[in-house]
């Protein structure tokens, strides 16, 4: 029975043993420990701090990579607005050369047609008024000469105008 009941001394014992294993395992286990755990806690948490700024970096990025994304993209725009217009100003310019030179060509070709209309009609008034001169040099000496003579004179002549 004594191995079921306790004694004092025993008791006593077991306290002291307890508390010198206490103080040991206090100064030899549980500083290694906590500061294990410490330790192991502080890298988890340097950790999560590390993650948080590698996925705030990849934020930071991702938003830099779209904004030049689309500062690519309104400055290719910007590109192809100013190929359209100069392409617009070149075809309208052309488009106005051609307009000129056709007008100039067209005013010269006028000309032309007018200096020569006028040419005919000074050749033709020369070829008139020579033989109205003619005519009016035969009829005189005819009508000085003969009537009868004078009527068929002009009749030929006009005859001969006519053919000409």
Known sequence: ??????????VFWSIITFFILLVILRKFAWKPILGAV????NGIKNALEAAD???????NL???NERILNEARAEREGMLKEAREIKTKMVSDAKEEAQEQATKMITQAQEAIE?????AMAELKNH??????????????????????QLELVESMLGDAKLN
Do not use: H
Not at 38 to 41: L, V
């Open 1 to 10: 029975m004594d191995l079921i009941t306790p004694g004092l001394g025993l």
């Open 38 to 41: 410490d330790e192991r806690e």
């Open 53 to 59: 700024k590698a996925r705030m970096e990849m934020e």
């Open 62 to 64: 991702k938003a830099d």
């Open 115 to 119: 200096n020569e209309k006028r040419s």
């Open 128 to 149: 008139v008024a020579s033989l109205s001169i003619d005519i009016a040099e035969k009829v005189v000496r005819e009508e000085l000469s003969n009537k009868d003579k």
